[in-house]
Each structure stands twice: as C-alpha cells, then as structure tokens.
C-alpha cells in the first residue's frame, strides 16, 4: 500500500515534469515563424501542388500530325487522334515544319503518316511513323502507348466496318485494379502524407535537441530532477500532435478534395500513421541529441530520411526494379513501410496481411530507435 | 575603383576559406551531391526491370506456352505462381505478391486458330498506377512482337499496319538519362540558396556583420562579395555532377560546354539573388535552413524534375514561368543530350537574365534598406 | 534536511579531471583539487581564466564525471549518483540557458513545475521572488528581451524556485552592471542569511570574494588558498600604498613604468594616484623614484595579485608600439556628438547626449545595462542612424560618408567576432585587405600586429579554438591593422580575469600614450579609473560627465574617498531619485 502510494507520487511528479516541458515545447513552436512555416504552411502548399498541380497522367500532349497521304483513310486515323483526350493535335503537311516543332518542344511527339499509305494499306504493310521527344522517358513511353492505342481503335472502327485491318490474333485486355480510373492523384496523395510526416516527424526535431545544445538551454535544465525519458517525451509529445494535424489536413483534402478513395477504414489509417510519426520522431531526435549541431543534424536527416521518403520508398519508383544494394538499403528505411501501409488501406483496403506485417516492422523501428535515442542522450556535458 | 575590386576579392576569398576550410562544410557541400546524384541515378527511374507476376492459364496450349516463354525470356518479367483459381488471384494482387496477374481462357488456342483475335486478360495492380501503366505496356510490346512472329509464320498477310517508333535523343527510353543532367540544376540550387543565406545568417548570428560594416566595405561591395562565392562552389558542384553523369553513368554529352555553363551562369546568378533576398528575412542559422526548404519544395516539385510541367494546371504553369529550375532543367537536359546552341535556348535564357536582373538589384535595395 | 549541520554541504577530495582538446593536446583541468564548503556558508571560487573554476562547478553538479577523486555533494557521491544531487541543488551556468522565446513567467513556471514546486509553494515563493527580484512588473515580457542584468536575475530566480539546499553559481555577475550586480548581492546575502543556504558561487571580481566566509584560489587546477577571504588580503599586507606621480607625470604612464618596475606587484590608477602593491623584497624603491606613499589597507585583489605573482612569477603583456607615432594630444576633438537622439519605436534609447572627445584621450563610456550605450556606441561607428542631432567622427558622419570615414576607426565587438572557422593569419590577412591595405605594406602590418600581440605561436589555429586572452588580442590586432586614429572597444574586458585586464590596459594605454584616441565600454568601475575622461548614462540620459575625479566628487560624503562603484551608483541613483521612478525598462 505505502509502496504504491510512493510510486504514483513519483508517478505524478514525472507527469508534472512532462507536462511542464510540453507546454514550453509548444510555445516555442507557436512563437517561431519558422516552426510554423514547416509544420504548417509547407504541408498546406505540399497538398495543394500534389492534389492540384502535379500529375504523371499524359492529357492534352501536344502532337503533330503529318499527313503526306490525303485519302479518306489516312484523314481518318488523323480524326482518331483529334478525337484522343490525350493529344492536343495539329495537322501539318510536311515533316520538316514538324520535326522544327519538335525541336523547340513546341510538340511531344509526331506521327507521320506517308503519302503511299492508302495504297500500301491494300496491300499490306502500310506504316505510321512515330517520333517522340526523349526529354522525359515516362512521358515518352507513355504516349507511344497512346499513340498504338489511337491507331488500334481505328484499327477496330475499320475493322467493325468492313474492311481489313483486324486487331492481330492476341489482344491484351487489361484492367487496373484499385485505381481504374488511372489517375495518379490515386498514388501521389498518400505519397505526400509520407512526406508530410516525414517532415515534421524527422526533420523539425532534428533541429529541436540540437538548437537547445547550442543554445546552452540544456546545462541549466540537465541540473533538475528532471530525466532524459522526460526530457525526449516532452520533445516527442508536441511534434507527435503537430504531425497529427498535418495528417487529419492530409486525409481530409486526400478524401474530400482530391477524391481518392479511402477503401480501408480510418482508424486502421490513423493507427499506422501514428506508428511511423513516432519512427520519424524518435529517428530525429536521435540524430538531434548525437549530432548536437543544427545545421549539420538538418542536412543529415534531409540525406537519410527526406531523400529517401521520395526516393526509395516507392512512392515514385518501383523498388523492385532498383538495383540490389539500393534495395537493401530501402528495407532499413521506415518510408518503404509506410508507403506500402497507405497504398494499401487507401486504394486496396483493410489487406491485414500487408498491413500486420508492415507495421509491426515500423513498431519494431520506433522501438529501437527511442530506445538509441534514450542511450544517446546523457545528463552530461562532452 | 581598384581599391573596391581588392576588397571584394579579399571578401571572396574569406567566404570561400570559410566554406571550403571546415571539413564538415565541405563534406556537406560535395558529398550529399554526389551521393544523390549517384542513388537518383540508380532509383529515379520509372523503368521496371523486375515484374513479378502470376498466371491463371485456362488453356495450356502451345500459343500460351509461347506468350509465357517470350514474357519470361524477357528478363523483366518473372513468374512469381501458376494459379489456378480467381480467388487466390486476390490474394496475390493484395498483398503485393505480383504485380499483375494473366488470365488466360480455356478457348485460348482455338480461338487465334481459328482467325479471330483471342483476349490475353491482365489484371494490374493500380496501386501505383504509373507502374503499372508501364508494365501493361511491356506486356503489349511483348503481344504485338507475338503477334508478328505468329503471323509469318503462319503464313497469314502481313499486318496491314504497323507502328515504327523511333525516340529522339533517348533512344532506349532511359528515364536515368533524363534525371541526372537535370540535377545539375536541381542539386544545386538547393545548394546555392542554402550557402547564400546561411552566409549572412551566419555573419549575423555570429555577430561579424557588424565588424564588416564598421570596414571601408560598401553594402554593395558585401553583396557581390557573398554572391560571387556561392556562384563559383555552385558552378563546382554542376561540375562535380557532370563529372558523375559522364564518367559513372556514361551518359554522352551532346552540346557545347560554352552554352551550358553560360546558361548555368545565368541560373545561378538568379538563384542567388533568391538566396540573398531570402536571407534578408531570415535572422538565424536555423531560420536560413528552413525557410529555404520550404521556398525549395514548390521550386523543385514544379520544376518538370519529377511530373511534367505540361501536365500542370495552366494558372500553375504561369506560376513555373518564375521559377529559375524550370529553365535550368531544360537547359541542361536539352544541351546535354540534344546538343542544342545558343539560338535554340532563348526562350530559357532570357527569363533566366530577367530573374537576375530583378532579384539581384531587389536584394541589393533590400540589403541596403535593411542596414539603415 | 537539516540533518547533521557539521557535516560540509560540498566536499572535493583529490580530484583530477582532464580534457582533449580539437588539437589533440590533453588539458589538465583539475590537477587533485580537495575543497570543503561549510553547510549554510557562502563560498567564492577565484582564480585566472583556465583555472578550473566551471569544471569544478559542473563537476558538483553531476554534469561532469571526475577522473580520479571523490566529490560530495549533501553527503551524496554526485559521480555515483547525480540525479539525487540534481534534485537538491540550484544551479546556474555561467550562460544561463533562459528559452529567450518564452516569457519571464512561464520560465519561472517551467522550472517551478519541473522541481515539483505545488501550488502552495508557488504561492508562497513567488511574490518572494519577484519581490527580491524586481521582476514583477516583467512577467509577460519574453527572456529574450530583458537586458544582462535582469537576464541574471531570472536565471537566479529560477535556480530559487524551488527552495535548493546548495546553491551553485557560476560566474553570476558577469556582464552585469554595478547597480544589478549590487542588487544580485543583497539576494544572494539574503538566501545566505535568512534562509540558511549554501552557496558556491564563481566571480572575477575579486572584490566580490570579500564579502563571502570563504574564497577559494584556483590556479591552473590546484587549489593555492582556502579559507577566510582575509587569509588571501593579508598577504599584502602592509604592502599596498597609494603612490602620488612625480609633478607633471601624467598617472597613467606612471602606472605602466610601475608595473615594469622590479619589486611591484601590482599597480592600478586610482583619479590622480597610483594604487601599488610591492613584493616582500625592497627593489620597488627604485622605480618608484621617491614618490610619495600613502600606506592604505590592502584588498583583496592586491593579495590576490601577490599569491599569484608568486606562483606565476612577473611579466605581464609587453606594451605595445604602433609603426609610428601619431601627433599627440593636439587637444582637438576628434569625436563631436550633439543632442544625439535614438528612439527605438515608442521608446527612447538615447536622449539628447552631447559630448567631444579630444585626440589621444581614453574615453569611458559608462552606465548600467540598458542605459544607451551600446546604442550611442553603435551610432558613433556607423552601425545605426541617429534620429536626431548631428555627430561627427574624425571629421565626418560614418553614416552618409561611409567608406572614407571608417578608413579612420578600429572596432572591437563586445562579443569575439572574427571568422572563428579562419586561422588567425587568414583573419588579419582578410581585415587587412579589407581596409585596402596590400602588397609590402600589407605584409609588413600583418607581421608587426603578429608580433606586438604574441600571436605568432598561433598563427595557424582555427580563431575559434584560440584560448580566450588571445581572441581578445586577436581582434584588437586587427582592429589597428589600418593604423586607425580611433579605436571602439565595447566591454572589452567582460569575463576576463584579472591578469589579462591588466595586460589589456597597458596595450590601450601604450596606444592612448602614442595619439590614438580610444573610446571604451566597460561595466568594471575601477577601469574607469584607466580613463581620461568619463560620462555616465542612465536611461538615455547623459548624468556626469568629466576625469575619474571629477566624477568621483560627486559621491563625497561617504566620509572616506568613494571608489568608482561608489560614485557610479550615487550618480545613478540620485538621478533615479529625483525622476520619482525607477529606469523605464
């Protein structure tokens, strides 16, 4: 009874403690614009270029056209391209004033249809020439893509009409699951939300140990009976609910604004989420207490945990087609866990065996990394 | 005259001993370039070149057998299952097992011998729809070079049309090639921004500003002083990635190093005076940083670096017309691989001089404004 | 908690702590120092910079670990077991860390709530507090806005929170004004007395460790007295005169003959005297040429000066020589301010001051913190506009005639501010060039500046590793690179102990003695004693203004001759007084 009673006073006073360091935490946050500016604005206008201006889905390409063949049937397959919401089609005569076009990327591409097509198109072995703009090979590939599936179904149009020019013994008929509208919102939105809590989760608290090192803040308050468990949640704790409030921007906008569907439940969402927030947190502030130096903790953690949640995380690029020693790499990295968690309960839904697996991973960071960060940091001067 | 011009080397000197001297400052400067350069070289591609994926094969008839052996020759795709129901479909689709998964009927063979065109059914996973855009799109090529060969050989009449695509300046479609000349542009910038207002911010913190300004210097001569700096480790780390880009990734130089570094110049003098008007809000260190990440952000995702600039809303588009990496990036791709000259890059160069010619003077008035 | 009241509230026994330097050098910290402070007694920690005086504080409260010895602290072992030492003791930095972001109040709250004060103590101590401390009226204002003194203040106030059984404090005084530091003392004696608490506090004004039970001499690590503070100013016993220069020998040149001299001590002007101290030997007679000498009592500072001439022998810093002479005292002035005006939004910072200083004059520029000084200071260089009345420095306003004006002035910041990343080569070579100097002429002012300040054994460290006496001189050395007429220094000599204050004023009196005028801050009132003229400001306002004498004269009545401290405070609070008010903060 009387041990009890020792310990939920020792208990209080701890809570005291990190109350007390929470509450300073939070006006620091709210007094320094800069704070501010990355924990608030920056996700705001993150979300309004994901949602609203970026895109990898080819619409309204502009196109040049040219048709050294005037027979009905070359003007048809042009119409094809015109009809297309892919192109943005201009018509010309010769090949030179296109591949001029070309050459100032005034057009992506050009399909050059030649003068002896309707006659060879009886006999067999007609051919549209295609020239695309290699600047940006995903765009380019993509259009091709556009381009055979343009000529395919005036192919079809021809076919169903009479005449030959039948689609070839396989068709490939394929359906996208989970985003069939291919639209890359689809996978861009839950990609921010790993950037966003990235962000603040690691990149705001790399900074907040080490500012109080260089400050000199830490000495005076080491000198109380306050302990470094205290001292890392009083950290914690304020960055954990700001990243809260960029999540909850983030899953509203991604729901009502940009409409991507959320197919698993929210609090599935909400759970994970908060897994990987205390991973970016824990990491940052373990890299805040080892490093003791602003500038050189910031560019650290941009190195091991920014670059890596656009670039290695699978949110752009498939990890399976990295090369070996990058791909080990990515499994020591806690985005690739997050993506894989979000694009599933986003587009597929509550999958438990992605999402078990997943985030038991992520428990097993957070834990290790706090655990670092609590042996790192020392009620001691160097 | 003269004595002004000594000054001001005196004080590029310092800031360059400055920089360059710490050990960490210039690990912090070169290596994180490099390192990106080189992992972006590697990762930033949207080419797959491992697709695993499973087959429900309805059939098993020789036209399936072959459409299987040509997608697993290709080396891209590999077979993860042979399934036999649609329910573990599902599942593998689910859990991210395959990344598409082939449906094939039962009447498979009997409809190509019979002349009509059999459906090869593809389920993607859409999760990222980019991917599997471009997977679908493998498959294709894989079915239409069937289709080909089957016609031939089959005696059939050839194709009545055929598509020859040909892709100018990246005949491979390497999406590596098109990254990493415009990373001479987006590395360094955030560099350049960075050591600009970290500059002063640091002057400021560490309070030899003031020393600074109790010397014979003019404001303007401490501009040129900070700028001058920051443009020179800018045009080194532009070099240090062309250096990667040709000796690592042998990726062939088309253009003339004369027209790249001028427009590099150019780009470079409007990234600082970015740089130096940012700095002017900017009171710490830690302020330098994060206020320059943020302004970085929108500059690098509007860029065209990772989704096409012609892909953006049109109010957006106007907006990237003020963004110095927007032309930066077209200038390097498009003097890298497509070797073009001078004549060809004006409408990039004159918004670079432009940006220079109006951030430059604007910090300067702001720098001097600041001071009295 | 009043436990047994014999046993010592600190007690060192043989303590070694060492450090590794960036250069790899090994630095002997504490070389076996065993020390005891008396439970309920105050105690003072002196000694020249690098004596060991933070670590041994740091290493009291746990922050440190000893390499050999044993320290306790209220009978804990604080290498064993430092959180237990942690609770039970107040502690405060030499820079203490206040979140400047957050505001009086909610500092106070914050280590309130951390040392687990309730509510009935807040209620309790903090009208005690904010009564001893004067920060009332200030609670919502943010930390980073209060000046030095009240800054001190607050980090007292917070270290006081919560009712410490040790008090440990380092350096509490520095940069503080007389009149805050004046103020700082009644609280500390008031702990001291009426509650009962141990303090250990670390000070480089030696006057400061006479007014405590007990001083402790660091040097170089070892321990060289402890004990009653008497036992350090005994040793100078009968040894400290006051020393009247031969007619028509201005005192400040006798000062710097004097401490040339074989057989003195110390010298230090005092208005038209010369306060000496002379060693046990009978050599001082010489250079003191028969002057007259008026036998005074010693102080602290002059035993003090004794211990440590003995153990560190003679020899201060060589008097400096510029390349060549300027014209002395042509008694024009070089710096005229009039009716100078700075306001600062609604607030006035500096309010109509006037004032010329003459050719080859040391000017003092005096007053608490937050007074205008470092706002008239900064006009004078060129840093700030004036808002209003004119000044003219050596001919010209800084402001508007920029470069050519400041061709003539030297500027020394109150806080080291050279390139700490470049060697100290690279620091002057960059000032150099700066103030147009090149090619021959160039390197031969480089070399000289290398040798007058001693840097020469130096020249390749990073500015920022330097020992602290020589980033001092290393920016003073390149302030006077362009041989300016004027040179600026502002508080020069904060934080620096007493031996290197010395060797500071011999080179700006050398440099004063061969025509270049100096203007200095400084919060140490005997250095006003180094000037030829001082002004006193409080509030923006100018109060007195004239020799150390003249400004002395205006505290007569204290019977005896006031020191500078003395005359300063009464300046300053006869002004206060009549305004009815205290300074609007």
């Not at chain 1, 050009?110 to 290699?134: P, S």
């Not at chain 3, 030499?94 to 500092?107: I, K, P």
Request: hydrophobic share 45%; aromatic share 8%; with cysteine.
């Amino acid at each position: 009874m009387k041990r009890s009673i020792a310990f939920s006073l020792r208990f209080t006073a701890k809570l005291r403690r990190v109350r007390a360091l929470v509450w300073k935490e939070v006006h620091q946050i709210v007094r320094d614009p800069s704070t501010i500016a990355i924990g608030v604005v920056l996700p705001v206008i993150l979300i309004v270029l994901f949602g609203y201006a970026l895109s990898l889905d080819v619409k309204h390409a502009p196109l040049a056209v040219v048709l050294e063949d005037r027979s009905p049937a070359a003007t048809a397959l042009a119409s094809g391209f015109e009809l297309s919401p892919y192109f943005r089609v201009r018509i010309m005569r010769s090949m030179a004033q296109a591949q001029e076009l070309m050459l100032q990327r005034e057009v992506d591409g050009v399909v050059r249809v030649r003068e002896d097509f309707a006659r060879r198109l009886g006999q067999g072995g007609a051919e549209v020439q295609i020239l695309v703009h290699g600047g940006d090979a995903n765009r380019a590939r993509i259009i091709i893509g556009y381009v055979r599936g343009a000529v395919a179904q005036w192919a079809v149009r021809r076919g169903a009409e009479g005449r030959s020019a039948e689609a070839g013994p396989v068709v490939v008929v394929d359906r996208l699951w989970f985003n069939e509208a291919n639209d890359s919102h689809y996978f861009l939105v839950p990609g921010l939300i790993v950037l966003i809590m990235t962000l603040i989760g690691a990149f705001l608290t790399s900074l907040v140990i080490a500012r109080e090192w260089e400050r000199g803040t830490l000495e005076a308050l080491f000198v109380t009976p306050v302990r470094v468990d205290e001292i890392l949640l009083g950290k914690t704790i304020p960055y954990f609910v700001l990243g809260l409030i960029g999540l909850a921007l983030c899953i509203v906008s991604a729901k009502y604004v940009f409409l991507v569907p959320l197919r698993g439940s929210a609090w599935v969402l909400a759970a994970v989420s908060m897994l990987y927030l205390l991973v970016a947190l824990a990491l940052g502030l373990y890299i805040s207490s080892a490093v003791k130096s602003q500038f050189v903790a910031s560019q650290i953690t941009l190195l091991v945990t920014f670059m890596p949640a656009m670039l290695l995380s699978g949110f752009l690029f498939d990890l399976r087609s990295m090369p070996a020693p990058v791909r080990l790499i990515s499994y020591m990295l806690p985005a690739r866990y997050y993506v894989a968690l979000l694009q599933t309960i986003f587009l597929a839904g509550d999958v438990w065996s992605v999402i078990l697996p997943n985030a038991a991973i992520l428990a097993g960071m957070a834990a290790l990394l706090s655990l670092l960060g609590w042996r790192v940091t020392h009620k001691q001067l160097a | 005259m003269l004595e002004s011009l000594r000054r001001i080397l005196a004080l590029i000197r310092k800031e360059l001993l400055a920089t360059l001297k710490d050990p960490r400052g210039r690990f912090v400067l070169f290596a994180p370039p490099v390192i990106q350069c080189v992992i972006f070289g590697y990762v930033a591609s949207y080419d797959l070149n491992d697709v695993p994926y499973a087959v429900i094969d309805r059939d098993r008839g020789g036209a399936s057998h072959e459409i299987l052996a040509r997608l697993d020759g290709t080396g891209v795709f590999h077979r993860v299952a042979n399934l036999t129901d649609e329910g573990e479909l599902k599942a593998y689709i689910d859990d991210r097992r395959a990344l598409l998964v082939l449906v094939i009927g039962p009447d498979f063979e009997r409809e190509i011998q019979s002349g009509r065109s059999a459906a090869l059914q593809v389920v993607a996973d859409g999760r990222n729809s980019n991917t599997a855009g471009t997977a679908l799109g493998y498959v294709g090529a894989v079915v239409e070079d069937f289709n080909a060969d089957w016609r031939t050989a089959h005696g059939a009449a050839q194709a009545p049309l055929s598509l020859i695509d040909r892709v100018w300046y990246n005949p491979n479609l390497e999406t590596r090639w098109n990254f990493i000349p415009s990373l001479v542009g987006t590395l360094t910038m955030l560099q350049t921004l960075l050591l600009t207002t970290l500059s002063i911010a640091r002057e400021r913190e560490q309070g030899t500003f003031d020393q600074l300004l109790v010397t014979p210097f003019r404001p303007g001569e401490i501009m040129v002083g900070m700028a001058v700096p920051s443009v020179l480790i800018g045009a080194g780390q532009a070099t240090t990635i062309l250096l990667v880009a040709q000796l690592w990734f042998r990726i062939p130089f088309a253009g003339s190093y004369l027209t790249l570094y001028s427009g590099l110049l150019l780009f470079l003098l409007a990234a600082v005076g970015i740089g130096l008007l940012l700095s002017s809000i900017a009171a710490t260190m830690q302020q330098a940083t994060l206020y320059t990440f943020v302004l970085m952000m929108p500059f690098m995702l509007l860029s065209g670096l990772t989704t096409p600039i012609a892909n953006m809303p049109v109010a957006v588009q106007y907006f990237t017309r003020i963004n110095p990496l927007r032309y930066a990036i077209d200038i390097a791709q498009r003097v890298y691989l497509e070797g073009v000259g001078f004549g060809r890059l004006g409408a990039d160069l004159w918004p670079l001089a432009a940006l220079a010619l109006v951030t430059l003077p604007l910090a300067a008035w702001t720098f001097r404004r600041r001071l009295t | 908690m009043n436990g047994q009241a014999a046993a010592p509230a600190l007690c060192a026994r043989g303590v070694h702590k060492s450090f590794r330097r960036e250069t790899g050098e090994t630095v002997q910290a504490l070389d076996g120092v065993s020390v005891e402070v008396a439970a309920g007694s105050l105690a003072a920690l002196v000694g020249p910079d690098g004596a060991g005086k933070t670590t041994l504080i740091r290493l009291a409260t746990g922050l440190l670990r000893a390499d050999a010895g044993e320290l306790s602290v209220l009978g804990i072992d604080a290498a064993a077991r430092p959180q237990e030492v942690q609770n039970r003791v107040g502690y405060m930095p030499q820079r203490f860390g206040l979140y400047e972001d957050l505001s009086v109040g909610e500092n106070l709250d914050l280590y309130a709530e951390l040392h687990g004060v309730g509510a009935e103590g807040h209620a309790q101590r903090y009208p005690q507090l904010m009564q001893m401390t004067g920060l009332g009226p200030f609670t919502r204002r943010l930390a980073g806005q209060l000046s030095g003194g009240m800054r001190q203040k607050l980090g007292l106030a917070c270290t006081l929170v919560c009712s410490p059984q040790l008090l440990l404090l380092d350096e509490p005084t520095v940069g503080v004004d007389p009149l805050s530091r004046r103020e700082l003392w009644e609280i500390i004696d008031h702990l001291v007395e009426r509650e009962g608490l141990t303090v250990l506090l670390s000070t480089s004004y030696l006057h400061e460790a006479e007014r405590c039970h007990q001083a402790i001499v660091l040097n170089q690590g070892r321990v060289l007295v402890q004990g009653a503070p008497r036992l350090v100013t005994d040793r100078a016993a009968g040894r400290s005169f006051l020393a009247v220069p031969p007619s028509g020998q201005n005192p400040r040149d006798f000062q710097a003959k004097l401490l040339d001299g074989p057989g003195i001590v110390d010298a230090v002007p005092q208005g038209s005297r010369v306060r000496v101290v002379c060693d046990a030997s009978e050599d001082a007679a010489s250079p003191l040429d028969g002057a007259a000498l008026i036998p005074v009592p010693p102080r602290f500072e002059d035993g003090f000066m004794t211990l440590l001439r003995q153990v560190a022998g003679g020899g201060g810093a060589a008097p400096i020589s510029l390349g060549r002479p300027l014209q002395r005292h042509g008694g024009d002035a070089v710096v005229r301010v009039r009716d100078l005006v700075r306001t600062f939004g609604r607030f006035t910072a500096v309010d109509h001051v006037s004032f010329e200083v003459r050719r080859g004059e040391i000017f003092g520029l005096l007053g608490p913190n937050g007074a205008g000084k470092t706002t008239t200071f900064r006009m004078l260089c060129g840093l700030l506009p004036a808002s209003g009345g004119s000044l003219e420095v050596a001919g010209s306003d800084l402001r508007s005639a920029r470069a050519a004006g400041r061709q003539h002035i030297g500027y020394v910041a109150q806080k080291f501010s050279l390139y700490g990343q470049l060697s100290v080569r690279e620091n002057l070579s960059f000032f150099a060039s700066a103030y147009g100097l090149h090619g021959a002429l160039r390197r031969e002012r480089i070399a000289w500046a290398m040798e007058q300040f001693g840097l020469q054994p130096m020249e390749r460290l990073p500015s920022c590793q330097l020992p602290g006496g020589y980033k001092q001189r290393l920016a003073m050395a390149a302030a006077l690179l362009h041989e300016p007429e004027l040179l600026f220094l502002d508080e020069p000599t904060s934080g620096a102990d007493p031996l290197a204050r010395r060797g500071f004023w011999r080179r700006i009196n050398a440099l004063a003695g061969q025509g270049v005028t100096v203007i200095v801050t400084t919060h140490f009132m005997e250095e006003a004693e180094y000037c030829d003229r001082i002004v006193i400001l409080d509030s923006g306002l100018l109060l007195a203004q004239g020799t150390p004498d003249e400004v002395r004269g205006h505290a007569i009545g204290a019977g005896r001759e006031p020191t500078m401290e003395e005359a300063f405070i009464a300046v300053v609070e006869r002004t206060r007084g009549r305004d009815g008010a205290g300074p609007q903060a």
